[in-house]
């Protein structure tokens, strides 16, 4: 049996096999709700266009609400847009067909609610209960992610092993505020606080692609593991591997510093697959 997605907003179509279309129906059963919110906010601010000079006008109170609300959106979007990303590498690794998808025919509609009827209390509920149902979704596709994965390949080759002897910040990956920009941006890799110098190790064996320094990582080892994972250790303070050399897991590559975009000594932790960041606490998980 399989279930088919539609994806509204790009009028994209996949079929996914249970169990992954189960979780992933849940998700987009909340889609036409964020449908709502894409139609709404610029209605809200254009709805007096051309409209005679008497008729009222959004206070800077009204419009300081509107703003918010539409700053919300925009954070909803992003989650979403990343959740497909997900989804479409999901399907990838349970072998879906892309021409399957391909050939059924775009954009269903779901339920709609009249906007103009609620309250704006009930558009912030709504709203709040879409980001935490994006969320809790998040998280079960990423552990059905990793599982899929750790089926696929060999034990060797998964980045399980902890890349330092202390203690990850469990909260640092996914979305939080940036420390620098003061925006609500989704954190790609885990953070392990850590005093300059503590011994940075391979979480699994592979081959260094880059061991360089660049703007924002600052010194960084990435480190390919075959089947298009990739680990990085960035701001380190010291890189003791060179480009092209082949490390066991658990050796020593480098040191923890702050160098790069840091606030502080710590290690930067990334698992990619193909270029997309992954979490990298459902690998480390997978040791104990
Ligand atoms: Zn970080």
Redesign the pocket.
């Known amino acids: 049996m399989n279930i088919i997605l539609v994806s509204n907003s790009m009028a994209r179509t996949r079929s996914i096999p249970l169990p992954l279309g189960l979780l992933v129906i849940g998700l987009l059963s909340a889609l036409p709700a964020l449908l709502l919110w894409v139609l709404i906010v610029p209605q809200g601010t254009h709805q007096h266009k051309g409209a005679p000079a008497s008729m009222h006008f959004a206070s800077a109170g009204e419009q300081a609400h509107i703003d918010a609300l539409a700053q919300q959106l925009g954070e909803i979007e992003a989650k979403v847009l990343r959740l497909d990303a997900l989804g479409a590498r999901l399907s990838s690794l349970a072998g879906v067909k892309a021409s399957d998808a391909d050939a059924l025919p775009p954009g269903r509609g779901g339920p709609m609610v009249d906007a103009r009827t609620m309250s704006e209390d009930e558009l912030k509920q709504r709203i709040q209960a879409l980001t935490q149902s994006i969320d809790l979704n998040s998280d079960k596709l990423s552990v059905l992610e990793a599982s899929l994965l750790q089926q696929r390949l060999k034990a060797s080759t998964l980045p399980s092993t902890m890349p330092t002897d202390v203690a990850y910040n469990s909260s640092?990956y996914g979305w939080r505020v940036d420390p620098f920009s003061g925006k609500v941006a989704f954190?790609e890799?885990l953070?392990f606080v850590a005093d300059s110098g503590t011994p940075v190790y391979a979480s699994a064996a592979g081959v260094v692609t880059a061991a360089e320094q660049t703007p924002d990582y600052g010194r960084i080892v990435k480190i390919n593991h075959g089947s298009g994972l990739e680990t990085r250790y960035a701001h380190a303070s010291q890189l003791l591997v060179k480009a092209g050399e082949r490390v066991e897991r658990g050796q020593l590559i480098a040191r923890v510093g702050s160098t790069g975009r840091s606030t502080g000594a710590h290690l930067?932790f990334e698992v990619r697959l193909n270029g997309a960041a992954l979490d990298p606490r459902k690998y480390l998980q997978s040791a104990n």
Do not use: R
Request: net charge negative.
């Open positions: 640092s954190h890799g953070d930067h």
